[in-house]
């Protein structure tokens, strides 16, 4: 029985796409805890935009509180222009606009839109 001499192109070839697989493993990872934050980025604003349908706006211990929560979450540079902040009438349009970043790269934009029951 006689052994075949290897060529190192079959073990370069293969040690090349372990490096590429593991590299689009991490990718991959990146990306799903990133869309893991956003989603709760969403469960937070949707959380918010209930309490303020009940009071007809948002509140500074609920801004307060959803600054907080967001912070938590991992969110830098948080605005909120176009939020509803003085005392919507029973009926009418109540507006969440969170604007930030995630991971200091990555921009949001988390619009809701309700209406006031109070």
């Known amino acids: 029985m ?9 073990l370069l070839a293969t040690g090349l796409c ?6 689009i493993m991490f990718t991959y990872m990146d990306s799903v ?4 934050q956003k989603m709760e ?3 937070i604003a949707r959380k918010y935009i209930l309490r303020m349908e009940t009071v007809g706006m948002l509140t500074d211990e609920d801004r307060a509180g959803l600054c907080e ?8 540079g948080l605005q909120l222009d176009g939020t509803t902040f003085a005392q919507a009438g029973y009926g009418q ?3 969440l606009q969170l604007q930030g970043s995630l991971k200091e790269d990555y921009g949001f934009t988390e619009k809701r839109v309700s209406t006031a029951k109070h």
């Open 2 to 10: 006689t052994r075949e001499r290897g060529d190192i192109g079959d």
């Open 18 to 23: 372990i490096l590429a697989m593991t590299a």
């Open 33 to 36: 805890s990133l869309i893991a």
């Open 41 to 43: 980025v969403s469960q």
């Open 69 to 76: 929560e967001l912070a938590a979450a991992g969110v830098t």
């Open 93 to 95: 349009p109540i507006i």
